[in-house]
T-cell receptor, first 112, second 113 residues
Framework: SQKIEQNSEALNIQEGKTATLTCNYT??????LQWYRQDPGRGPVFLLL?????KEKRKERLKVTFDTTLKQSLFHITASQPADSATYLC???????????FGSGTRLLVRP | DAGVIQSPRHEVTEMGQEVTLRCKPI?????LFWYRQTMMRGLELLIY????????DSGMPEDRFSAKMPNASFSTLKIQPSEPRDSAVYFC???????????FGPGTRLTVL
Protein backbone atom coordinates (compact mmCIF):
# COMPACT_ATOMS: atom_id res chain seq x y z
CA SER A 1 0.00 0.00 0.00
CA GLN A 2 1.05 3.60 -0.47
CA LYS A 3 2.84 5.01 2.52
CA ILE A 4 4.61 8.21 3.58
CA GLU A 5 6.91 8.12 6.57
CA GLN A 6 8.28 10.97 8.60
CA ASN A 7 10.21 10.55 11.80
CA SER A 8 7.61 10.59 14.56
CA GLU A 9 10.16 11.44 17.20
CA ALA A 10 10.86 15.10 17.78
CA LEU A 11 14.14 16.49 16.46
CA ASN A 12 15.89 18.51 19.14
CA ILE A 13 18.82 20.67 18.04
CA GLN A 14 20.87 23.62 19.19
CA GLU A 15 20.31 27.05 17.72
CA GLY A 16 22.64 27.74 14.81
CA LYS A 17 22.88 24.10 13.72
CA THR A 18 21.38 22.65 10.57
CA ALA A 19 18.15 20.72 11.02
CA THR A 20 17.54 17.83 8.60
CA LEU A 21 14.12 16.22 8.35
CA THR A 22 13.37 13.12 6.33
CA CYS A 23 10.36 12.09 4.28
CA ASN A 24 10.31 8.56 2.83
CA TYR A 25 7.62 7.11 0.65
CA THR A 26 6.75 3.72 -0.82
CA UNK A 27 4.55 2.62 -3.68
CA UNK A 28 4.23 6.16 -5.00
CA UNK A 29 5.48 7.86 -8.11
CA UNK A 30 4.79 11.47 -7.22
CA UNK A 31 5.13 14.21 -9.77
CA UNK A 32 5.97 16.68 -7.02
CA LEU A 33 6.47 16.96 -3.30
CA GLN A 34 5.64 19.82 -0.94
CA TRP A 35 6.77 20.78 2.54
CA TYR A 36 4.56 22.62 5.00
CA ARG A 37 5.10 24.07 8.45
CA GLN A 38 2.42 23.79 11.13
CA ASP A 39 2.39 25.64 14.43
CA PRO A 40 0.14 24.54 17.34
CA GLY A 41 -3.45 25.62 16.82
CA ARG A 42 -2.85 26.80 13.25
CA GLY A 43 -3.22 25.49 9.74
CA PRO A 44 -0.25 24.26 7.72
CA VAL A 45 1.74 26.90 5.85
CA PHE A 46 3.34 26.11 2.50
CA LEU A 47 7.14 26.32 2.39
CA LEU A 48 8.53 24.69 -0.75
CA LEU A 49 7.52 22.59 -3.73
CA UNK A 50 9.94 20.39 -5.66
CA UNK A 51 9.12 18.53 -8.85
CA UNK A 52 10.26 15.04 -9.77
CA UNK A 53 12.75 16.33 -12.33
CA UNK A 54 14.37 18.68 -9.79
CA LYS A 55 17.00 17.38 -7.44
CA GLU A 56 17.24 20.38 -5.16
CA LYS A 57 15.35 23.56 -4.32
CA ARG A 58 16.38 26.45 -2.08
CA LYS A 59 14.59 29.32 -0.41
CA GLU A 60 16.53 31.50 1.99
CA ARG A 61 17.67 29.15 4.83
CA LEU A 62 15.60 26.25 3.52
CA LYS A 63 16.75 23.51 1.17
CA VAL A 64 14.82 20.52 -0.12
CA THR A 65 16.17 17.54 -2.02
CA PHE A 66 14.16 14.94 -3.89
CA ASP A 67 15.61 11.55 -4.75
CA THR A 68 13.10 9.54 -6.76
CA THR A 69 15.42 6.52 -6.80
CA LEU A 70 15.68 6.38 -3.02
CA LYS A 71 12.06 7.59 -2.74
CA GLN A 72 13.15 10.17 -0.24
CA SER A 73 13.07 13.90 0.35
CA LEU A 74 15.30 15.73 2.80
CA PHE A 75 14.36 19.10 4.24
CA HIS A 76 17.17 21.24 5.66
CA ILE A 77 17.01 24.40 7.74
CA THR A 78 20.43 26.03 8.05
CA ALA A 79 21.39 28.35 10.90
CA SER A 80 18.31 27.20 12.78
CA GLN A 81 16.56 29.55 15.19
CA PRO A 82 14.13 28.94 18.07
CA ALA A 83 11.43 30.50 15.86
CA ASP A 84 11.87 27.53 13.50
CA SER A 85 10.39 25.25 16.16
CA ALA A 86 7.24 23.73 14.67
CA THR A 87 5.93 20.56 13.06
CA TYR A 88 6.99 20.04 9.44
CA LEU A 89 4.81 18.04 7.09
CA CYS A 90 5.72 16.59 3.74
CA UNK A 91 3.02 16.01 1.16
CA UNK A 92 3.05 14.12 -2.12
CA UNK A 93 0.61 14.25 -4.95
CA UNK A 94 -1.28 11.07 -5.57
CA UNK A 95 -1.48 9.81 -9.14
CA UNK A 96 -0.08 13.07 -10.51
CA UNK A 97 -3.20 14.87 -9.39
CA UNK A 98 -4.42 17.59 -7.09
CA UNK A 99 -4.77 15.07 -4.27
CA UNK A 100 -2.08 15.59 -1.65
CA UNK A 101 -1.20 12.80 0.75
CA PHE A 102 0.36 14.21 3.91
CA GLY A 103 2.90 12.59 6.18
CA SER A 104 2.27 12.65 9.91
CA GLY A 105 4.90 15.34 10.43
CA THR A 106 8.09 15.72 12.43
CA ARG A 107 8.27 18.13 15.34
CA LEU A 108 11.39 20.29 15.40
CA LEU A 109 12.60 21.91 18.61
CA VAL A 110 15.41 24.43 18.37
CA ARG A 111 17.04 25.21 21.73
CA PRO A 112 18.41 28.72 22.30
CA ASP B 1 -4.89 39.65 2.16
CA ALA B 2 -7.22 38.06 4.67
CA GLY B 3 -6.25 34.54 3.75
CA VAL B 4 -8.65 31.62 4.03
CA ILE B 5 -11.34 32.33 6.61
CA GLN B 6 -13.07 29.60 8.58
CA SER B 7 -15.88 29.76 11.09
CA PRO B 8 -16.47 28.91 13.79
CA ARG B 9 -13.01 28.43 15.23
CA HIS B 10 -14.32 26.14 17.92
CA GLU B 11 -17.50 24.11 18.04
CA VAL B 12 -18.72 21.95 20.88
CA THR B 13 -21.89 20.00 20.27
CA GLU B 14 -23.71 16.95 21.47
CA MET B 15 -23.95 13.69 19.63
CA GLY B 16 -26.78 13.68 17.13
CA GLN B 17 -26.71 17.41 16.46
CA GLU B 18 -26.11 18.95 13.07
CA VAL B 19 -22.83 20.80 12.62
CA THR B 20 -22.04 23.25 9.82
CA LEU B 21 -18.53 24.48 9.18
CA ARG B 22 -17.92 27.44 6.90
CA CYS B 23 -15.08 28.52 4.66
CA LYS B 24 -14.26 31.56 2.57
CA PRO B 25 -11.36 30.84 0.20
CA ILE B 26 -8.85 33.38 -1.01
CA UNK B 27 -10.34 35.54 -3.72
CA UNK B 28 -9.36 34.33 -7.18
CA UNK B 29 -8.50 30.81 -6.11
CA UNK B 30 -10.41 28.19 -8.07
CA UNK B 31 -9.60 25.06 -6.05
CA LEU B 32 -10.96 24.37 -2.57
CA PHE B 33 -10.16 21.48 -0.29
CA TRP B 34 -11.65 20.27 3.01
CA TYR B 35 -9.34 18.30 5.31
CA ARG B 36 -9.68 16.64 8.69
CA GLN B 37 -6.77 16.33 11.11
CA THR B 38 -6.55 13.93 14.04
CA MET B 39 -3.66 12.59 16.05
CA MET B 40 -4.36 9.06 14.89
CA ARG B 41 -4.89 9.63 11.18
CA GLY B 42 -3.07 12.88 10.51
CA LEU B 43 -4.29 15.22 7.79
CA GLU B 44 -6.82 13.61 5.44
CA LEU B 45 -8.48 15.06 2.36
CA LEU B 46 -12.26 14.88 2.58
CA ILE B 47 -13.42 16.61 -0.58
CA TYR B 48 -12.05 18.73 -3.43
CA UNK B 49 -13.88 21.39 -5.46
CA UNK B 50 -12.65 22.92 -8.68
CA UNK B 51 -14.48 25.99 -10.01
CA UNK B 52 -17.23 25.35 -7.42
CA UNK B 53 -17.84 21.80 -8.68
CA UNK B 54 -17.16 18.80 -6.41
CA UNK B 55 -14.55 16.74 -8.22
CA UNK B 56 -13.60 14.14 -5.64
CA ASP B 57 -15.51 13.30 -2.48
CA SER B 58 -13.98 9.88 -1.98
CA GLY B 59 -12.50 10.98 1.32
CA MET B 60 -15.84 11.82 2.88
CA PRO B 61 -16.17 9.22 5.62
CA GLU B 62 -19.85 8.45 5.22
CA ASP B 63 -23.23 9.81 4.22
CA ARG B 64 -23.44 11.88 7.37
CA PHE B 65 -20.93 14.24 5.78
CA SER B 66 -21.86 16.60 2.96
CA ALA B 67 -20.21 19.63 1.42
CA LYS B 68 -21.38 22.41 -0.85
CA MET B 69 -19.84 25.30 -2.70
CA PRO B 70 -22.67 27.52 -3.93
CA ASN B 71 -20.28 30.18 -5.25
CA ALA B 72 -16.59 30.93 -5.59
CA SER B 73 -16.35 32.64 -2.22
CA PHE B 74 -18.14 30.25 0.11
CA SER B 75 -18.20 26.58 1.04
CA THR B 76 -19.79 24.56 3.82
CA LEU B 77 -19.09 21.18 5.35
CA LYS B 78 -22.04 19.68 7.18
CA ILE B 79 -22.18 16.72 9.53
CA GLN B 80 -25.61 15.37 10.33
CA PRO B 81 -25.96 13.66 12.73
CA SER B 82 -22.65 14.24 14.45
CA GLU B 83 -20.87 11.51 16.44
CA PRO B 84 -18.05 11.64 19.01
CA ARG B 85 -15.63 10.07 16.50
CA ASP B 86 -16.09 13.14 14.30
CA SER B 87 -14.15 15.18 16.85
CA ALA B 88 -11.16 16.62 15.02
CA VAL B 89 -9.77 19.81 13.53
CA TYR B 90 -11.29 20.56 10.15
CA PHE B 91 -9.28 22.66 7.72
CA CYS B 92 -10.30 24.38 4.55
CA UNK B 93 -7.61 25.17 1.99
CA UNK B 94 -7.64 26.93 -1.36
CA UNK B 95 -5.24 27.16 -4.25
CA UNK B 96 -4.89 28.72 -7.65
CA UNK B 97 -4.95 25.69 -9.87
CA UNK B 98 -4.92 22.06 -8.95
CA UNK B 99 -1.22 21.48 -8.51
CA UNK B 100 -0.08 24.59 -6.74
CA UNK B 101 0.61 25.33 -3.13
CA UNK B 102 -2.38 25.20 -0.87
CA UNK B 103 -3.31 27.97 1.56
CA PHE B 104 -4.90 26.66 4.72
CA GLY B 105 -7.35 28.38 7.00
CA PRO B 106 -6.96 28.42 10.78
CA GLY B 107 -9.20 25.38 11.18
CA THR B 108 -12.32 24.58 13.17
CA ARG B 109 -11.82 22.47 16.27
CA LEU B 110 -14.91 20.29 16.58
CA THR B 111 -15.75 18.44 19.76
CA VAL B 112 -18.74 16.12 19.76
CA LEU B 113 -19.76 15.03 23.25
Amino acid sequence: SQKIEQNSEALNIQEGKTATLTCNYTNYSPAYLQWYRQDPGRGPVFLLLIRENEKEKRKERLKVTFDTTLKQSLFHITASQPADSATYLCALDRDSSYKLIFGSGTRLLVRP
Amino acid sequence: DAGVIQSPRHEVTEMGQEVTLRCKPISGHNSLFWYRQTMMRGLELLIYFNNNVPIDDSGMPEDRFSAKMPNASFSTLKIQPSEPRDSAVYFCASSLGQYNEQFFGPGTRLTVL
